[in-house]
Each structure stands twice: as structure tokens, then as C-alpha cells.
């Protein structure tokens, strides 16, 4: 049985500009994921799983080093929340259910983000 603790924050103006950019970042890699699953199906008829993406990881944060910033959990918990979404949408196709199809997300539509217990300095 797992167990999920939601804590309320109360932050400081830095801490909330912190986590803003935290989940400003983690809703690109949210985005740059989904374009790049649709890209890969279209062009090669597969799509791309979340554990190639999670081995992309590395390379983007060299690329893009305010990556840095958002722990490695939190940025592979984002592309299992795009697997989880893709997962349900097949689901829902399978069983001729209204599916769905994973969307982008826009600031309003990304609020929250996950934290292990090593995330944390």
C-alpha cells in the first residue's frame, strides 16, 4: 500500500519564485515530451517510451543547465505523469471509451510537482 502526504507551503517571495520556475521547467519537459512522442509516431509509425526519455535526461540538462535546478526525481516523475496520461488515453481507446488525448499543458494546467525525500537540502 502506498501512502501519498499532501503538505500545505506557505513559502517566502524567494522560495515561490523558486518553485515557479521549478514548475515552469518541469511543465517544458512536460510539453517537449508530449511534441516529441507525437513527432516520433508520426514519422516512424512508434512512439517513444518514458524510459528512453528519462535516458535523455542528462544530455538535456547539458544542454539547458537551468535544468540543474529541478532534482532528477522530479523531472522523471514528470515524464511518468506523460506515461500515466498516455497510458489511460489507450485504456480508454481499448475499452471504446471517450479517450482523450493527452494535452499540453499551459500554466494554469500545471501546478504541482513531486518531491522524494532525498529532494530535499
Not at 496520461?85 to 499543458?105: C, D, I, L, M, Y
Not at 500554466?107 to 529532494?119: D, G, Q
Request: hydrophobic share 35%; aromatic share 12%.
Amino acid at each position: 500500500m502506498q501512502r501519498t502526504f499532501k503538505y500545505r507551503l506557505y513559502p517566502s517571495r524567494k522560495q515561490r519564485e523558486t518553485l515557479g520556475a521549478q514548475v515552469d521547467l518541469c511543465r517544458e519537459l512536460y510539453n517537449a515530451a508530449l511534441q516529441e512522442r507525437i513527432a516520433s509516431y508520426k514519422t516512424t509509425g512508434k512512439g517513444v517510451t518514458w524510459l528512453e526519455q528519462q535516458a535523455q535526461l542528462p544530455a538535456i540538462k547539458e544542454v539547458r543547465p537551468e535544468f540543474k535546478s529541478v532534482h532528477a526525481h522530479t523531472l522523471q516523475a514528470v515524464l511518468i505523469r506523460l506515461n500515466r496520461a498516455f497510458q489511460n488515453f489507450f485504456r480508454r481507446v481499448k475499452k471504446n471509451e471517450t479517450p482523450g488525448f493527452p494535452r499540453f499543458k499551459g500554466r494554469n494546467r500545471f501546478s504541482s510537482l513531486v518531491f522524494t525525500p532525498t529532494a530535499f537540502q
